[in-house]
């Protein structure tokens, strides 16, 4: 099944496909539009089972768009995602044929309840997604879950904007030449839980892709192997939105404590930590147009 989700503000489609991933749809493919006029268009070129839109937006905004889409007698089951949520915006929505308005601040509950009708149980999705491979549930005692390939295929392809191919590969080191980007998780009372690496080329791919460079920024800073400082920053953003693979149902919060630099000295646990053996997954990432990388994600 596939979702389209259009907002003017990438940061918000980021947080509403987020959203939409811990409300247990995580099976569901994500398409993005910036208004409601490219919104129109990735209807008729997509077939989306469901929008999800924002209600202001230049071009046109999400009333018109869903106007537009019944006129025509499009009937894809329509939700305003939006910060506004009056009573009066509400009957317009309806009248105009949507079946929700979700206003923020939304949970992944809410999230649930208004996309069942139209993509059924995300629990029953989810047991299905478990039975191929999902990591298990937390429980008190455990390091704090590991996520599935799905799971980090899913993230890095809505906040990259493009395909994500991730598979199993190698141990991605630390230390040596170029060095790797090195990111410290911690729980809400600061002890240390996660310990994520991202190879040179990966954190050279991921931060031009998320910064809207073209490829050749993140080929300049393999060959040149001096991370610019926006790349290194955007790798980070990238690193900070993945605490969420962490935050299952029952297990502890974690946040994005620290990042290192490619050519930084790490902290001797933290070094410890990222050539754990164990509760472990390493990924081969390949971003499209842009080129491969590696991605090891310890918990403990």
């Given amino acids: 099944m596939k979702a389209l989700v259009v907002d003017d503000s990438r940061v918000m489609r980021q947080i509403v496909i987020r959203t939409l991933r811990q409300a247990g749809y995580d099976w569901v493919d994500v398409v993005q539009a910036e208004n409601g006029q490219e919104g129109l268009e990735a209807v008729r070129a997509e077939n989306p089972d469901i929008v999800l839109s924002d209600w202001n937006m230049p071009e046109r905004t999400g009333y018109e768009m869903l106007q537009a889409l019944r006129a025509s007698g499009e009937t894809v089951p329509f939700g305003f995602v939006t910060s506004e949520g009056s009573q009066e915006m509400r009957d317009k929505a309806s009248a105009a044929g949507a079946l929700f308005l979700i206003a923020k601040p939304f949970t992944p509950e809410m999230f649930a309840t208004a996309l069942e009708p139209v993509l059924g149980k995300a629990d029953l999705k989810q047991q299905a997604s478990e039975s191929a491979g999902a990591a298990v549930q937390w429980s008190e005692g455990m390091p704090s879950p590991l996520p599935t390939n799905l799971a980090v295929r899913n993230l890095l392809s809505d906040l990259l904007n493009r395909d994500v191919d991730v598979a199993p590969g ?11 980007t090195v990111a410290l998780y911690v729980d809400d009372k600061l002890k240390s839980a996660a310990v994520a690496v991202m190879s040179y080329d990966l954190a050279a791919h991921a931060g031009a892709a998320i910064g809207l460079l073209p490829p050749g920024a993140s080929e300049a800073a393999i060959e040149d192997r001096v991370m610019p400082k926006n790349l290194h920053e955007n790798a980070g953003e990238v690193l900070n939105i993945m605490a969420s693979l962490f935050n299952l149902e029952g297990a502890p919060h ?22 754990r053996k164990g509760n472990r997954v390493d990924l081969a990432v390949t971003v499209s147009r842009y080129g491969k990388g590696g991605l090891s994600i310890i918990t403990f």
């Fill in 170 to 180: 190698p141990e991605v080191p630390v230390g040596g030449a170029p060095g790797s």
């Fill in 254 to 275: 974690l946040k994005l404590h620290a990042y290192y630099r490619p050519d930084e000295i790490l902290r001797p646990d933290v070094k410890e930590w990222a050539e």
